[in-house]
């Protein structure tokens, strides 16, 4: 009789755990995964002082200085030695 009762209570944890892992996690999993989605989108909005970073019609081009080492001013490209085979 006991050994009945173990295997009853091991095929009922079983099926719960089956229903559990199909129903609920995935369920849980997308509620937290949209609620950090939410929250990261909202600290991409705001900076830390809370001004907007972006605000609707506005627009912002800042031009950098290129980038090199600054020895080469041709504009011609580095030379290659070529050789016929």
């Given at each position: ?45 705001t900076r830390e ?18 980038k090199g080492d ?9 030379y290659v030695d070529?050789?016929?085979?």
């Open positions: 009789m006991g050994l009945i009762r173990i295997l009853g209570i091991f095929l009922i944890i079983y099926l719960a755990m089956r229903l559990i892992s199909r129903y609920l996690l995935p369920w849980a999993a997308k509620y937290f995964v949209k609620k950090a989605s939410e929250g990261m989108q909202e600290r991409m909005r002082d809370g001004e907007k970073i972006y605000q609707e019609g506005e627009v912002t081009i800042r031009k950098t200085a290129p600054g020895s080469s001013t041709s504009e011609d490209g580095e070529y050789e016929d085979v």
